[in-house]
């Protein structure tokens, strides 16, 4: 049976050595890791995550790590009968040899409030160590004092290096494997598999059984998988993508142009390459981020919070109802009015860097410390004892008076934000006497990548 099994079954590992991906959880030196190797893990986990991703593989490495004795049952095909014999069977092993029994439930979340009451007690007294083993969210699909009882572990889709660790393992296994074959795995077939497969090692094992068991070997006996193989293999045409070279680059900038263009039809076209492609939705939904405040920015403040909302609404749905928000967000930002107007910001920085730091005006320093000796804080007046909430005063730096940074544009909300601006700056020239009005050029693309770089040679 362990020779007819599929693949993915036959070259599941058997160490936790052994075991790829989820670091996090089970790196070296991790809780879960140093609980397995040292046979103790008497508290009950939830391993909760997509499937192909490793759930069940810890689960049969801490069957076959620990002294405890290992149940496996699968939550589809068993019940309330079953699962009271498992529990009496257990009381009966810890009463006359004093064994502890691991419980592995794979798909728990398909157990019914009932059935999974009925498991409580006996996790709650120890009797019964729960692995459960779930592709659904557990905080809804497990009750409460099941989850409170036990540590829940999520894993994360497989990064495509782990795949290509995974495939590759599979080709030199000569015991489970195809390690006593001569195959040839193309380079670009090889990066279709790990890169369709999805973060699924079972998806793309399957891809390259089915690849090797259908494909005839030449003469010389070798058997050789190229693209077009790999493509009928997993059922999905590989395109131009790479997703550490230009056809990245190039299709993320078409994408962000083109929302920032407001031509949604494109952005959505652009989208769907990168998410077929199997580009991580993350680093798509960290550029809608960084657009929401560069190109649409006051001129509708609420396009941050879709952007926001949609990067927490993917972390806690994952793939694939997490596209969802994805498109969401592409949608209302291509649509929404822009501004580009945050780009104040450094024309501020630039003229710092040029003409170094001035002095805070004494009315505006802290009062709470200096203001008996040094006159700290005098003069300073309250802008919300004013009608309007707002009194002509000075914040700049006498240097600086008149000098302009920000021009709102006249789109969206900020048309409004111009009105009031005007308004509070033509208040406060009348009172300061300020005659004149600098308005700093606006900076080039270049200048900002530049002081961008020196945000990131400061924090470094």
């Avoid at 419980?103 to 019914?112: A, K, P, Q, S, T």
């Avoid at 031509?263 to 939705?281: S, T």
């Avoid at 000075?394 to 008076?401: A, K, M, S």
Wanted: aromatic share 8%.
């Amino acid at each position: 049976m362990q020779h007819e099994a599929p693949l993915a079954a036959r070259i599941r590992p058997r160490k936790i050595d052994d075991f790829l991906g989820q670091e996090e959880i089970i790196g070296e030196g991790r809780l879960l890791r140093r609980a397995i190797e040292a046979d103790r893990l008497f508290s009950s986990i939830i391993l909760w995550g997509p499937p192909g991703t490793g759930k069940t593989t810890l689960a049969m490495i801490i069957a076959n790590s620990t002294s405890s004795h290992f149940v496996t049952i699968s939550a589809v095909l068993a019940g309330k009968p079953e699962l009271r014999r498992i529990i009496a069977a257990a009381h009966e092993r810890r009463k006359l040899y004093q064994k502890r029994t691991i419980l592995f439930v794979d798909e728990v979340h398909r157990w019914n409030k009932a059935q999974q009451d009925a498991l409580l007690p006996h996790v709650e007294n120890g009797q019964i160590t729960l692995i459960g083993a779930t592709t659904e969210n557990p905080y809804f699909e497990v009750i409460g004092a099941l989850i409170s009882r036990s540590r829940i572990f999520q894993f994360r889709p497989l990064e495509d290096k782990t795949i290509r660790r995974i495939i590759l393992g599979a080709l030199t296994n000569q015991k489970y494997g195809y390690g006593n074959l001569d195959i040839q795995l193309d380079e670009d077939a090889l990066k279709h598999l790990e890169r369709v497969a999805g973060g699924d090692a079972r998806n793309a094992l399957n891809a390259l059984e089915l690849a090797v068991e259908s494909s005839v070997s030449e003469n010389s006996g070798k058997i050789v998988i190229d693209l077009e193989v790999a493509q009928e293999s997993i059922q999905q045409r590989a395109i131009l993508y790479d997703k550490d070279g230009d056809a990245h680059y190039d299709t993320i900038s078409a994408f962000i142009k083109s929302v920032r263009g407001s031509d949604v039809d494109a952005a959505l076209y652009w989208l769907a390459k990168m998410l077929y492609a199997g580009e991580p939705p993350r680093f798509i939904l960290r550029r809608l981020l960084i657009l929401a405040s560069e190109d649409i920015g006051i001129a509708d403040p609420m396009g941050l919070l879709v952007a926001s909302a949609a990067t927490q609404a993917f972390e806690f749905v994952g793939l694939p109802e997490g596209i969802y928000p994805i498109v969401e967000a592409t949608i209302y930002l291509a649509t929404a009015p822009k501004s580009n107007s945050a780009m104040a910001y450094f024309k501020a920085y630039k003229l710092l860097e040029e003409e170094g730091i001035t002095a805070v005006p004494a009315h505006l320093k802290d009062a709470n410390r200096d203001a008996e000796a040094l006159g700290h804080g005098e003069g300073y007046e309250y802008p919300h004892a004013h009608p309007e909430h707002h009194i002509g005063q000075q914040y700049l730096p006498q240097e600086l008076l008149g000098t302009v940074f920000y021009n709102p544009s006249d789109q969206g909300y900020e048309i409004q934000v111009k009105e009031r601006l005007e308004r509070w700056r033509n208040a406060q020239r009348l009172v300061l006497g300020i005659e004149k009005t600098v308005e700093l050029p606006e900076l080039s693309e270049k200048q900002v990548e530049e002081v961008k770089r020196h945000h990131i040679r400061g924090k470094s």
